[in-house]
């Protein structure tokens, strides 16, 4: 009878430890978490405080119980395991409750103990009324000061998917809220142009940002916290990202990576290969720039679950790695990525891409209730290759950033896009999907019919030709930018510079294809910039 211990719970060790019973009947499956709870949606605590899950029994996956009545599975809450005797092949656990310790011997051993929030050291992070969101418990203490202070306003400290969240359920509550951000932007792993309609539509919301503000502490003064000594508020929530829990792992002996989690192979075997490890707490493989990274997501983290169980059951399964899929919701709007940013292709030193923006409507503009996407694709040249896709909108962002990711997990290309056959009704789609565009204007790219600029990396004495109409052009337009409207193009000719590039923009960028594809069959040098007027207003 094989024995399994796995440490610690929700996502990744829950997975694994039901994937095991599944593939082995016979083995003794031991759960220890050292929190009340061992599988809960930690993805739905914002919602919950903000009241959108009105009731915490929803937030509750499965209870020690259901564990041994369904899978026969020992689960052992409020018990942490302390420590590892690689050689002796045990593992010493302590009763939060008591403080009993006792030791366990296993066959495998699973470590699941996820990621802790960023705490850093600065002064009054440990008052009451500043908080950190990873559990129920963390809920219930931060709706509990709310209720028992009355609370107007709240701080939060951080822009990524905690921090967003959190201001939006704030609002929802109907408190004031700023928001500190270290940085010029949110969603810092997102391409800085992709998150500017973002911060008009927090602002439009109600949310004060301010960027470039670093938190340097929190004092009390009378009944009210202060942050930063300025910012007089109820109540802070610390969003500034998350570490993985590795001090078991390297109390152990257990090799780290170069960014601070678990070092794992394909089959998440740890350096010892008796030892496991999943979810937030390991590095994975980044199969977009081929580095290691840290990525807390809870789908990874599902699937590593299942690969150990499947290595440990005797099957040959390894993780592919990850491509970095994730939406995040923040009132009507979503803001989606999958595969590489410009960001992370840059830091791993890869510059052979091109990239394509483009504003369609959702569906069909005839239909009502069009809504305007913003996507951002990203190709490696000359092969086509979809290396990543950036989407921002108030509706079917999840959908366009789903096909993608499939696609790009089968080394998709931009001629795949091209092809794509995806729904169409006009309550839904067009007959020329948003996704095939990407893939049209990326493929006339590559095959020589569509020159590309970018607004970012134009020459200081670029000639740039705007071809909307007048009216357009009077509204605003780019410094130096010469207007000839695209109807009036073939007749104005000669009024063109012939021996330099023409960098040619639009709104959007439709009529900039019409004009370029003039301009080359007449001899110019022509340019599409891509994404037209409404890309120019993106940029930071």
Same mark, same amino acid.
């Given at each position: 009878m094989?024995?399994? #211990?796995?440490?610690?719970?929700?996502a990744g060790g829950a997975s694994c430890a039901a994937r095991l019973r599944r593939l082995d009947e016979q083995a003794r499956i031991t759960i220890y978490d050292r929190g009340p709870f061992v599988s809960f949606a930690n993805c739905g605590l914002p919602y919950h405080v903000g009241g959108v899950i009105p009731n915490e029994a929803s937030l509750l996956l499965a209870s020690p119980q259901l564990f041994h009545d369904r899978f026969r599975i020992d689960v052992l809450v409020y018990h942490e395991v302390v420590s590892i005797q690689r050689e002796a092949k045990t593992v010493t656990v302590r009763n939060v409750l008591t403080g009993e310790q006792f030791d366990d011997t296993y066959d495998s051993l699973v470590l699941s103990p996820g990621a802790a929030p960023l705490k850093p050291e600065l002064p009054g992070l440990d008052l009451p009324g500043v908080f950190t969101v990873r559990s129920i418990p963390d809920t219930r203490d931060i709706r509990g000061w709310i209720a028992k202070t009355n609370a107007k306003h709240a701080v939060v400290a951080g822009g990524g998917f905690i921090g967003l969240e959190m201001a939006e359920n704030l609002r929802h509550l109907g408190l004031e809220v700023t928001l500190v951000q270290n940085g010029p932007q949110v969603m810092i792993s997102m391409d800085a142009e992709m998150v500017a309609p973002l911060h008009t539509h927090l602002e439009k919301n109600g949310i004060q940002l301010l960027l470039n503000t670093a938190l340097t502490g929190v004092s009390q003064r009378g009944d009210?916290?202060?942050?930063?000594?300025?910012?007089?508020?109820?109540?802070?929530?610390?969003?500034?990202?998350?570490?993985?829990? !590795?001090?078991?792992?390297?109390?152990?002996?257990?090799?780290?990576?170069?960014?601070?989690?678990?070092?794992?192979?394909?089959?998440?075997r740890t350096s010892d290969?008796? #030892?496991?490890?999943?979810?937030?707490?390991?590095?994975?493989? &980044?199969?977009?720039?081929?580095? &290691?990274?840290?990525?807390?997501?809870?789908?990874?983290?599902?699937?590593?679950?299942? #690969?150990?169980?499947?290595?440990?059951?005797?099957? &040959?399964?390894?993780?592919?790695?990850?491509?970095? !899929?994730?939406?995040?919701g923040l009132f009507d709007f979503?803001?989606?990525?999958?595969?590489?940013?410009?960001?992370?292709?840059?830091?791993?030193? #890869?510059?052979?891409?091109?990239?394509?923006?483009?504003?369609?409507?959702?569906?069909?503009?005839?239909?009502?209730?069009?809504?305007?996407l913003h996507l951002k694709l990203i190709f490696s040249k000359p092969d086509g290759r979809i290396l990543g896709m950036q989407a921002i909108g108030t509706t079917d962002v999840a959908r366009k950033v789903d096909v993608v990711s499939a696609l790009i997990q089968k080394n998709g290309t931009v001629f795949d896009l091209e092809e794509a056959e995806l729904c169409y009704a006009p309550q839904f789609g067009a007959a020329k999907d948003a996704l095939n565009y990407a893939g049209f204007i990326a493929a006339n790219h590559l095959r020589g019919d569509l020159p590309l600029s970018q607004w970012n990396a134009l020459p200081a004495d670029a000639f740039i030709l705007d071809v909307r109409d007048e009216d357009e052009f009077t509204e605003g337009h780019a410094s130096g930018a010469v207007n000839v409207p695209l109807p009036q193009l073939r007749d104005r000719l000669s009024e063109l510079p012939e021996n330099e590039a023409l960098h040619v923009y639009c709104g959007v960028g439709q009529r900039a294809y019409y004009a370029v594809r003039i301009l080359m069959q007449h001899g110019f040098d022509a340019r599409d910039i891509s994404g037209g007027w409404i890309t120019a207003g993106m940029m930071p």
């Open positions: 094989k024995k399994v #211990i796995i440490v610690g719970g929700v009210l916290l202060v942050v930063n000594d300025n910012l007089e508020t109820d109540l802070v929530i610390l969003g500034l990202g998350v570490r993985p829990e !590795t001090s078991l792992a390297k109390a152990a002996g257990l090799t780290l990576g170069k960014r601070g989690g678990i070092d794992v192979d394909s089959q998440m290969p008796t #030892i496991f490890a999943i979810g937030d707490a390991v590095e994975v493989h &980044d199969l977009l720039t081929d580095t &290691d990274i840290l990525l807390a997501l809870a789908g990874p983290a599902n699937r590593q679950g299942r #690969i150990a169980a499947d290595v440990i059951a005797g099957r &040959d399964s390894s993780f592919r790695g990850v491509q970095g !899929t994730a939406i995040c979503a803001i989606a990525q999958t595969g590489a940013t410009e960001k992370s292709l840059k830091r791993a030193g #890869i510059s052979n891409y091109e990239k394509v923006y483009l504003h369609p409507k959702h569906h069909v503009g005839y239909y009502p209730g069009a809504q305007t």
